[in-house]
């Protein structure tokens, strides 16, 4: 009898799916992302070469982003084409002169460092002029790999941009910044806390739910520290798993394998952390860091294997595993050095939220509904300030706005446990002969505090907010399907006390007129310097209806008070 029972036991184990069996081992997954400026910019020209070897002797997947000016340089294209299996190359989308001159979009030369927002991002230009230098980055790419790129990158890539690559070059992988209120004049705020996400059409920096967004996944460069990482200062986003960030604290290899560790096993079915330097700048000074940091992960033993993927491979897993589904993440951490400080973050396609327990008290410090159309002006302009903000609006922020609210006092305890697509945390504490057991649920749905609502998102459109909706994908659409070639139109300057006045013709020719001799013909400038003639105003009725469309009013209530 027991004879029988073995094998039959055995049997009905043999029957279940593989993937039933182990539907419990969690999916832990980093991508090692190396952004590839322009040659020019390297401190160290054999930075390529040096980096490349790390990889390469570690035997780890990887993905390569190229600046396009890197695409005319033989010597590193020939680098990357005879890189071994499992390394992938995909484009770095920042603007230079190199690129808007083939482009024919004007740029400003001379005007303030190379990095600065306005020049380096798409964003700081018109959308016509964003898809000519898609096209333009993706045709040379083409040329010189002989297929187009699913993997790109910048520190801020736009809605607009997004939509077009999306839909015209089928890209499935985005590499942007985590927040940061202000480094390097780079402000976003409100994204996903550090995981990744399908990103709305409407809006780079909010996840979409289901099949509403974009089909690609945003992976996050220099996650935060749960804890220290939130903050208005250069002292905060610096505390990260950039090797250069954290050793600028004096940390090391030993506070990257912390943070990593909150990250790639946290109670997610689907766990991921970017590493990575940028070649021939930071590599030089860290790769030595860098080396160390994947021989961290490649000998770290735990209850799942981590697996080095690419951004394309990576962006196919998250399909596979989150297609279909309300997903969320969720990370928690005590403080590296300050156990007495914990962040929990939890991020749906409706909201994340912010939580720290400080001592004995449960602080809700970070709330920002996603539910909403928000969009940033850039659906329909150019960004032309010298200092990019993305913020997305907040109900609760105490960095921003200080207006953190506490929700427990005299804690002991906490306990998380996953309940589907929510969290349910176990707050066990109270004054003294008064000791009890709080509830706190973070649901896709809302916050409850002992199944009272403290927060709730609509899952449902207004009439006046689905017409809003509908307009803004107009926008999109006008731009994205419009005819976005050049066209120099009527031209006319003061240049060196004499005047011009004509039809621009081509890249670097005005046919008209002048007020000295020869008076007539055609007459030739640099682009960068003709473009820059002054050209008849045109009225674009959708930049002016998109004025309407931006900045809505933030909906979000408390309903519970201190």
Request: charged letters at 20%; aromatic letters at 14%.
């Amino acid at each position: 009898m027991k004879r029988f029972l073995a094998i039959f036991i055995l049997l009905v184990f043999l029957a279940i799916p593989a993937k039933k069996v182990f539907a419990f081992q969690p999916r832990v997954f980093v991508t090692l992302v190396n952004p590839v400026r322009d040659k020019y910019l390297w401190q160290d020209k054999e930075g390529l070469v040096k980096e490349a070897s790390i990889v390469v002797s570690l035997k780890v997947n990887s993905t390569w982003l190229v600046q396009y000016g890197n695409l005319k340089d033989k010597s590193v294209t020939d680098i990357l084409k005879n890189l071994p299996s499992g390394q992938e190359v995909g484009l770095l989308l920042e603007v230079d002169e190199n690129l808007a001159t083939d482009s024919q979009v004007p740029y400003l030369i001379g005007a303030g460092d190379w990095a600065r927002p306005d020049k380096v991002f798409l964003s700081g230009y018109t959308p016509f002029e964003r898809e000519r230098m898609i096209d333009v980055a993706f045709e040379k790419f083409r040329q010189v790999f002989g297929y187009y790129p699913k993997s790109v990158g910048a520190w801020y890539i736009d809605a607009v941009s997004l939509n077009y690559m999306s839909q015209k070059y089928k890209i499935s992988a985005v590499l942007d910044c985590s927040d940061q209120y202000h480094t390097d004049k780079y402000g976003l705020w409100g994204q996903p806390w550090g995981t990744p996400y399908s990103p709305s059409k409407l809006n780079p920096l909010t996840p979409a739910s289901r099949n509403g967004g974009l089909p690609l996944v945003v992976l996050q460069w220099a996650q935060r520290d749960p804890v220290r990482g939130y903050g208005m200062t250069v002292n905060n986003s610096t505390y990260s798993v950039q090797a250069n960030d954290y050793i600028s604290h004096g940390l090391n290899t030993s506070y990257f394998g912390y943070l990593a560790r909150q990250y790639l096993f946290a109670d997610n079915g689907l766990n991921q952390l970017t590493i990575g330097l940028e070649t021939g700048m930071e590599s030089v000074k860290y790769g030595d860091e860098l080396k160390r940091q994947i021989q961290y992960l490649l000998s770290y033993k735990s209850g799942a294997q981590v697996v080095f993927s690419t951004m394309g491979d990576f962006a196919s897993i998250f399909d596979k595993v989150q297609k279909n589904s309300d997903y969320s993440y969720f990370i928690e951490s005590a403080d590296y050095k300050n156990k007495g400080q914990h962040a929990y973050w939890y991020t749906s396609a409706y909201y994340r939220a912010g939580l720290l327990l400080d001592g004995d008290k449960l602080i809700l410090r970070d709330l920002k509904t996603y539910g909403s159309n928000y969009t940033f002006s850039d659906i329909a302009a150019g960004d032309v300030s010298t200092v990019l903000k993305r913020f997305m609006p907040s109900c609760v922020d105490e960095a921003q706005n200080k207006n953190s609210l506490t929700l427990l006092s005299y804690i002991t305890g906490i306990k998380s446990k996953r309940e589907g697509s929510g969290i349910k945390l176990e707050v066990t504490g109270g004054q003294p002969g008064l000791e009890k057991k709080n509830i706190l649920e973070l649901k896709k749905e809302g916050v409850f505090l002992d199944g009272k609502e403290i927060f709730t998102t609509s899952m449902n459109y207004s009439i006046g907010e689905k017409l809003n909706n509908w307009l803004k994908q107009l926008v999109f659409a006008h731009y994205i399907g419009s005819y976005h070639k050049f066209s120099g139109g009527l031209r006319f300057a003061d240049v060196g006390n004499v005047k011009y006045f004509g039809l621009m013709i081509g890249s670097d020719k005005l046919f008209g007129i002048k007020s000295t001799s020869p008076f007539f013909g055609e007459f030739s400038f640099p682009f960068q310097t003709l473009v820059r003639f002054r050209a008849l105003p045109l009225i674009d009725p959708y930049r002016v209806l998109s004025g309407y469309l931006v900045n809505e009013a933030n909906k979000c209530r408390i309903k519970l008070s201190e």
